[in-house]
């Protein structure tokens, strides 16, 4: 990495109000940057350099052609190879790796989905799907970008449904090669980045039939486009997807093959191979198991996404925070003095609450991140491991992605008219990230798959519990300590001695009645959830489909209860790490107003079933506005202490130019009035 001076991630230099604690705003910036702050400071430097900036107002073939040139400048500034071999110069970093590519969201979104294509997606699907030998004959070229490639896997007709891609790779024994075929238009592989022009090389997903058995999903290297001309190889054809509503700097496109014959040495063959007599063997015997598992290497863009997500929305309310403490409109409670637009109470409603939402994303995100470095480090790579990291990483990629969309909008609204100057970058931001809540797994699919998985959990958990009984189950729990059964957060329950979780939550304001609240309306939802679809896996297919149909959207609500509950869990477990009295206060506030507004929004869930009294349900709101008052003296320090400066925020707004005017705009109407003129 070229020598850089570390940047500091924030200041304490504000002075404290009056009567009110402190925030070590350089301790919180520390906390914030996790585990691997130093690869994020190093990483923000990098981005931080106009020359991986975005330039607005570029075509996207311009865009595109500048984000390629972007990707070298990664390359000679060595940023691109900490998850890869040291064998063959990377460093084996995982968690690592991933810290310092979603930083690149503040340079420009583009580049760093571009880069997750080509060292996250497509390196990452040879190295942790080939063997040594693939990884010696491919990475070196992928690593220092002379093999620009694909990770080719979604199909037009086939989405999110990866098990049911019609793209074929028969082995043909007497050539030893695999013939790859997309055998109608809707399986021609769509979407695909560095697929319309950059690409020379792909990871195809394909059904492998060999001796006329169709043994599932596997991944064959398949060399595209001749090297020197760019051209397509024989059997190979493609289609530009055109302009984006966002990421315009990436080639998406269109493949699709015909009769295109590879060595049989090029299916990546850790998890399955084939011989050359055409036997297939593989070290999983279960075929689910073996597909989940080659499917892992998703699982890194999930992580990835996760943690752009939480950046973008850090940038929008360091922005939107900054300016609405500048901005003035309306002389409310002064006949000469405009109000500073934070002071106003809907205003702090409207920024405060997604403020400790971003820091409830960002704490469970060091979690997901420090789970996929143990599973890609080796620490800890077993089978439950690696599902309870898919898992985890599908409850939170949802959460944090609708989370930035609605905080970049909200930000944007909360800046007026200014807000939508493309040079203020929320409106830029947004369309960006649009489409993060669909690409590695819709969010919707993905939190089917987190309630699929929670209810397995809940009927291993109680199999042979009748449901009356399972109704009123506790899960005991110690105050503070987070049940691991299935490497989330488990589907647990805490409540006072009495068992009561509504009268539990005596205070709502309490750590215990929050728990108790927010734990209480998963396992309730999962519970009867689970009573509803009991005995549906012995119907037949389609009555069974259909029953399932019927509590879907109970289901993934379920899942997002669920979700909402890690992120308070993982909140609640920094504020333990945190030994400066004054921080630990006001981030306490910060994790109560999370907490109630999840309360809040869901009021009236817990009022239908009697977990708050219309009494209590009422004091939510109230409680909530109290906290906005608490926290507005602090809500500066708390957006610094996200450590990003104005070579990552690059808005107008965010300058101090608002200050400026406002200041000139008081001195003008105070001469006036001095001159006995009015105003």
């Known amino acids: 990495m070229t020598e850089v001076a570390d940047r500091p991630t924030g200041t304490s230099s504000r002075p404290a109000p009056a009567g009110q604690p402190a925030v070590d705003v350089a301790a919180l910036g520390e906390q914030l940057l996790g585990k691997w702050a130093d690869v994020r400071r190093q990483a923000r430097v990098l981005a931080g350099r106009p020359e991986l900036h975005k330039t607005e107002g570029l075509t996207h073939t311009e865009h595109r052609q500048r984000t390629f040139g972007q990707l070298r400048y990664l390359v000679d500034n060595d940023a691109v190879h900490r998850a890869f071999p040291a064998a063959l110069g990377g460093s084996d970093d995982h968690g690592g790796n991933i810290a310092g590519f979603e930083e690149l969201v503040t340079a420009d979104p583009s580049l760093q989905i571009k880069a997750g294509v080509q060292w996250g997606l497509f390196g990452s699907a040879v190295m942790h799907l080939g063997t040594g030998e693939h990884q010696s004959k491919w990475l070196p070229g992928i690593m220092n970008l002379d093999i620009p490639g694909c990770f080719a896997m979604t199909e037009t007709g086939h989405g999110s449904d990866v098990a049911s891609i019609a793209t074929t790779a028969t082995f043909d024994a007497g050539t030893q090669e695999f013939v790859i075929n997309t055998p109608f238009r809707a399986a021609w592989k769509d979407y695909i980045g560095n697929a319309a022009i950059d690409g020379l090389g792909a990871v195809v997903f394909a059904q492998l039939v060999t001796r006329g058995v169709n043994h599932g999903v596997h991944a064959f290297y398949v060399d595209l486009r001749d090297p020197d001309t760019k051209e397509f190889l024989p059997g190979i054809g493609g289609e530009d997807d055109g302009v984006k509503g966002g990421l315009n700097g990436i080639d998406n496109g269109r493949l699709h093959f015909s009769n295109v014959r590879v060595p049989r040495t090029n299916l990546l063959n850790r998890?399955?191979?084939?011989?050359?007599?055409?036997?297939?063997?593989?070290?999983?015997?279960?075929?689910?198991?073996?597909?989940?598992?080659?499917?892992?290497?998703?699982?890194?863009?999930?992580?990835?996404?996760?943690?752009?997500?939480?950046?973008?929305?850090?940038?929008?309310?360091?922005?939107?925070?900054?300016?609405?403490?500048?901005?003035?409109?309306?002389?409310?409670?002064?006949?000469?003095?405009?109000?500073?637009?934070?002071?106003?109470?809907?205003?702090?409603?409207?920024?405060?609450?997604?403020?400790?939402?971003?820091?409830?994303?960002?704490?469970?995100?060091?979690?997901?991140?420090?789970?996929?470095?143990?599973?890609?480090?080796?620490?800890?790579?077993?089978?439950?491991?690696?599902?309870?990291?898919?898992?985890?990483?599908?409850?939170?990629?949802?959460?944090?992605?609708?989370?930035?969309?609605?905080?970049?909008?909200?930000?944007?609204?909360?800046?007026?008219?200014?807000?939508?100057?493309?040079?203020?970058?929320?409106?830029?931001?947004?369309?960006?990230?649009?489409?993060?809540?669909?690409?590695?797994?819709?969010?919707?699919?993905?939190?089917?798959?987190?309630?699929?998985?929670?209810?397995?959990?809940?009927?291993?958990?109680?199999?042979?519990?009748?449901?009356?009984?399972?109704?009123?189950?506790?899960?005991?729990?110690?105050?503070?300590?987070?049940?691991?059964?299935?490497?989330?957060?488990?589907?647990?329950?805490?409540?006072?001695?009495?068992?009561?979780?509504?009268?539990?939550?005596?205070?709502?304001?309490?750590?215990?009645?929050?728990?108790?609240?927010?734990?209480?309306?998963?396992?309730?939802?999962?519970?009867?959830?689970?009573?509803?679809?009991?005995?549906?896996?012995?119907?037949?297919?389609?009555?069974?489909?259909?029953?399932?149909?019927?509590?879907?959207?109970?289901?993934?609500?379920?899942?997002?209860?669920?979700?909402?509950?890690?992120?308070?869990?993982?909140?609640?477990?920094?504020?333990?790490?945190?030994?400066?009295?004054?921080?630990?206060?006001?981030?306490?506030?910060?994790?109560?107003?999370?907490?109630?507004?999840?309360?809040?929004?869901?009021?009236?869930?817990?009022?239908?079933?009697?977990r708050l009294s219309m009494q209590r349900g009422r004091t939510v709101g109230e409680y909530i506005n109290r906290l906005l008052t608490k926290i507005r003296p602090h809500a500066l320090d708390l957006v610094d202490a996200f450590g990003y400066g104005p070579e990552h925020l690059r808005a107008a707004i965010a300058t101090g130019a608002e200050k400026v005017r406002q200041d000139e705009a008081r001195e003008y109407y105070h001469a006036r009035r001095a001159s006995g003129q009015g105003r």
């Open 271 to 610: 998890y399955g191979d084939v011989d050359a007599a055409g036997n297939y063997s593989s070290p999983i015997a279960s075929p689910g198991r073996r597909f989940f598992t080659m499917l892992g290497t998703l699982v890194q863009g999930r992580v990835s996404l996760d943690g752009a997500a939480v950046a973008a929305s850090k940038l929008a309310l360091k922005t939107a925070i900054t300016y609405a403490t500048e901005r003035r409109q309306f002389n409310a409670s002064s006949a000469t003095e405009e109000e500073v637009l934070l002071d106003y109470q809907r205003h702090q409603r409207r920024l405060f609450t997604r403020l400790a939402t971003t820091y409830a994303a960002a704490f469970a995100h060091e979690q997901l991140l420090h789970k996929f470095d143990d599973v890609f480090s080796g620490a800890h790579d077993t089978d439950e491991d690696r599902q309870d990291l898919e898992t985890l990483a599908a409850a939170l990629k949802p959460l944090s992605t609708w989370h930035a969309l609605d905080t970049l909008q909200e930000c944007r609204e909360a800046c007026g008219g200014a807000g939508f100057l493309i040079e203020n970058r929320f409106a830029s931001l947004r369309a960006d990230l649009d489409v993060y809540v669909t690409f590695e797994g819709d969010n919707t699919v993905l939190l089917q798959l987190v309630a699929k998985r929670l209810l397995a959990d809940y009927a291993k958990e109680f199999r042979s519990v009748r449901f009356g009984v399972l109704a009123r189950y506790v899960v005991n729990q110690a105050a503070g300590t987070a049940v691991h059964r299935t490497g989330l957060r488990g589907v647990a329950q805490f409540v006072a001695d009495n068992g009561l979780p509504q009268k539990a939550a005596i205070a709502l304001r309490d750590e215990e009645g929050q728990r108790a609240l927010l734990t209480d309306r998963v396992q309730t939802m999962v519970a009867e959830a689970g009573a509803a679809l009991k005995g549906a896996n012995k119907l037949p297919q389609a009555q069974a489909a259909s029953v399932f149909n019927q509590h879907q959207d109970e289901l993934i609500d379920a899942a997002k209860a669920h979700a909402e509950l890690l992120q308070w869990e993982a909140f609640t477990e920094a504020l333990g790490k945190v030994t400066d009295p004054g921080t630990k206060t006001v981030l306490t506030w910060l994790r109560d107003l999370f907490g109630l507004s999840l309360i809040e929004k869901n009021l009236s869930w817990y009022l239908m079933n009697g």
